[in-house]
């Protein structure tokens, strides 16, 4: 079960500590970088082009995931309701799901476990179909997200030649995150269902890949060729902070044309790093 940690944080100080470790790194980054950091109360500890509108990729998944809790809670919908899954060809891309087509259907909350920790995209693209990509972002704009649109499905390439993309902003990633946390439209039982499914992502080689044995993560990655995301809530000891890493331009041979590792990885797992350190003290 992922856990907050209870201390206060002393907010100027791990501002200056988050500032002098962070900065350096992103000075030096060729890659088009927009970080945010903030205290679980929702004070602001760091900001690095915070509300640069960029793609989202598997990011947009997290705000799903709330639009689902927040229509069960409603009673609009069950986790235990079976949902069909499409015959024949699947969505490809991240996941397991494209790989098994003898699985009919899924449990609502299987669905969701898999658009989370394994980023599934037949998950994914059955729980747009059944929100509804409008309510989806109705969602959004009523939990206050200011640049995040969900515009088409998951590895939907003819519409993304279309011009058309789903896009947020780190400062928007942090604030889903934040939701999650404090909004009161989700009881506790599925606040923590949220978090422990955050928790058991396994796509460990962005903010997971170097922080020190005691760091707890609970976050969503999101890749694409030359781009790598992530955003969660890290927990050192007793101090917790939500942030969130978007980048994009990485032209390295193996960031810019596969979803997994390369330079891009790296960078965000130095990141989360001196994070991490910037908590210690």
Known sequence: MFTLGSELLDAPLVRERLQERLEPLLNQESARISMAVYATDGTSLFDWHAQRVMPSASL???????????????????????????????????????QLPGVPSLSLRELALLMIILSDNVATNALIDLLGMDNINAWSAQAGLQHTDLQRHMMDMKAREAGKDNWTTAQDACSTLLYLLHSPA????????????????????????????????????????????????????????????????????????????????????????????????
């Not at 069950?78 to 991240?94: H, I, K, M, N």
């Open 60 to 98: 947009i998944k997290t705000p799903m995931l709330l639009c689902l809790l927040e229509q069960v809670a409603q009673g609009k919908l069950s986790l235990d309701t079976v949902y069909p899954l499409p015959e024949g060809d699947r969505t490809p891309g991240t996941g397991i799901l494209s």
């Open 186 to 281: 989700l009881p506790e039982n599925l606040r923590q269902q949220g978090l422990d499914m955050l928790a058991d992502q396994r796509e460990r080689g962005h903010f997971a890949a170097i922080l020190p044995s005691i760091a707890q993560l609970a976050h969503k990655t999101g890749s694409l060729p030359g781009l790598r995301h992530d955003a969660g809530i890290l927990t050192m000891g007793e101090r917790s902070v939500v942030l969130t890493v978007m980048a994009d331009g990485f032209t390295d041979g193996r960031t810019s044309t596969s979803l997994y590792g390369g330079q891009g990885a790296g960078v965000l797992s130095r990141l989360a790093l001196e994070t991490a350190r910037a908590l210690q003290y």
